[in-house]
């Protein structure tokens, strides 16, 4: 039997993918004293790596495939293959940042003022590569973890990667620039992607995994309508959804089953009950495939 191994992001990643795949089919179970979790399928080898190591070990054939950041495939310069962008994070469904903060009464306003100062961060080579695009000399130093906590004793300023900028503010510090965004991506081996079963594995998975998020923002709506408002209900419904439409047991009503946006919701079900809806029922889709 074929089999696959995939990387599962340790740290800041991991509960909200094991989400993830759970709306998707799969459940991982991950224990506190082991870096391989268990998967119910037979198929698959989990294996949890941090974020800012998984696509070096992807590259090499260690592992077929995996979830990182953008952000460190370019810095790590890791030649594989990207099979889908998978937009999600610890807290929510938005790009991450990575910025350049300051304290709060620092008088850094912008790279030029970064001229002779210490810059800590974990992502060395992006913020060298940000520094020699402005041209400025400045001293950077890797940060282990804790990052936050660093300036004003430690270091003048840091780039860090922040999804809502509460842990900064938390910490005093002020953002004076954004160096890139970077979601997260699903990336494979190039040899793994050759093999024809570990290609099926790898694009079903992406299938799926993607299927997840177009669902997060979409709800269904089921309701029944007489004949004489039919028409004016649909005309309330998204043209593109292209609405299911079914005769009921009782003449002249029809059920309707459509997919809206989720944000929607709120102000379309009042208009549709005042079109002549009845029964209206909205329920939560785990996975949509196109």
Known sequence: MGKITLGIPKGSLEQSTVNMFAKAGYTISIS????FPTIDDDEIECMLIRAQEMSRYIEKGILDCGLTGHDWIEENGSDVVEICELVYGKTGRKPLRWVLAVPNDSSIAGPADLE???IATEAVGMTKRYLEKHGVNAQVEFSWGATEVKPPRLADAIVEITETGSSLKANNLKIVDTLCESTTRFIA???SV???????KIEQLSML???VLIA??????????KEENLQSVLNLLPALERPTISNLAEESWY???TIVDGDSVRD??????AAGAHGIVEYPLNKIVY
Do not use: C, Q, W
Request: net charge positive.
């Open 32 to 35: 506190s004293r082991s870096y």
């Open 194 to 200: 050759k093999d024809p079963f570990k290609k099926a």
């Open 116 to 118: 002779g100062k210490l």
């Open 189 to 191: 081996n190039r040899e």
């Open 209 to 211: 995994l993607t299927a």
């Open 255 to 257: 059920s309707v089953t």
């Open 268 to 273: 379309l079900i009042p208009g549709l009950k």
């Open 216 to 225: 997060e923002h979409k709800a269904a709506l089921m309701l029944n309508v």
